[in-house]
């Protein structure tokens, strides 16, 4: 079994910046994808950025040159960093690792951008 647990949510203003940070636990293999999700209220979940063990990167247009995705093998974390936060951020985050054709979740981190 794997386990994510997130943490770094909270409420910032706009224009702010909030980090965000997953720790993974249990038993996966070294070849994995680690992603973060969002979903706002009354919206499907959606894929926002994505890292391989690698180090290959991708994201959603929303959050190009804003949010930087990045993970530290040695301690099976990924992080999300989110600069320039506009209100439409506002959801809850969750951690993800793709292995196969199985996927883990965290339980949800939640982002709120207001003033």
């Known amino acids: 079994q794997v386990q994510l647990v997130e943490s770094g949510g909270g409420l910032v203003q706009p224009g702010g910046s909030l980090r965000l940070s997953c720790a993974a636990s249990g038993r996966f293999f070294s070849s994995n994808v680690m992603g973060w999700y969002r979903q706002a209220p009354g919206k499907e979940r959606e894929l926002v950025a994505s890292i391989t063990r690698g180090g290959a990167t991708a994201y959603v247009d929303s959050v190009k040159g804003r949010f930087t995705i990045s993970r530290d093998n040695a301690r099976n974390s990924v992080y999300l960093q989110m600069n320039s936060l506009k209100p439409e951020d506002t959801a809850v985050y969750y951690c993800?690792?793709?292995?196969?054709?199985?996927?883990?979740w965290g339980q949800g981190t939640r982002v709120t951008v207001s003033s």
């Open positions: 993800n690792m793709a292995m196969g054709s199985s996927n883990y």
